[in-house]
């Protein structure tokens, strides 16, 4: 039955000339450089910071040593930007730049 009524859609999506994925957002994805790290457990912080910004979709990050790591970050750039996930990790009291 969903399978039905889900071709059924993408049938009608095509009769007007639009597919499933020019509905969709086009999302993003960017690195972060990321200061003050200074331990294995810190990019858990950061990752919880930059996941709580309406929008973002998946987050990686790592702890690079000598007081540096990165983030890569995905997101919905209709609901978000890069500005808002640096001010999410600076407030988490961890720097971020591109």
Same mark, same amino acid.
């Given at each position: ?44 912080? !950061?990752?919880?910071?930059?996941? =709580?910004? +309406? ?5 990686? @990050?790592?702890? %690079? ?7 890569? !970050?995905?997101?919905?750039?209709? =609901?978000? +930007? ?5 001010? @999410?990790?600076? %407030? ?7």
């Amino acid at each position: 039955m969903l399978r039905t009524l889900f071709l059924s859609s993408l049938i009608a999506l095509s009769s007007l000339g639009l597919s499933a994925p020019a509905l969709a957002a086009e999302l993003q994805t960017i690195k972060l450089e990321v200061d003050n790290m200074t331990c294995s457990m810190c990019p858990y912080t !950061v990752k919880k910071a930059l996941r =709580k910004v +309406d929008g973002v979709t998946a987050v990686k @990050a790592q702890y %690079e040593g000598d007081g540096k790591g990165w983030a890569e !970050v995905t997101f919905d750039p209709a =609901k978000t +930007d890069v500005q808002q996930l640096i001010q @999410a990790s600076t %407030e988490a009291g961890y720097p971020a730049h591109q």
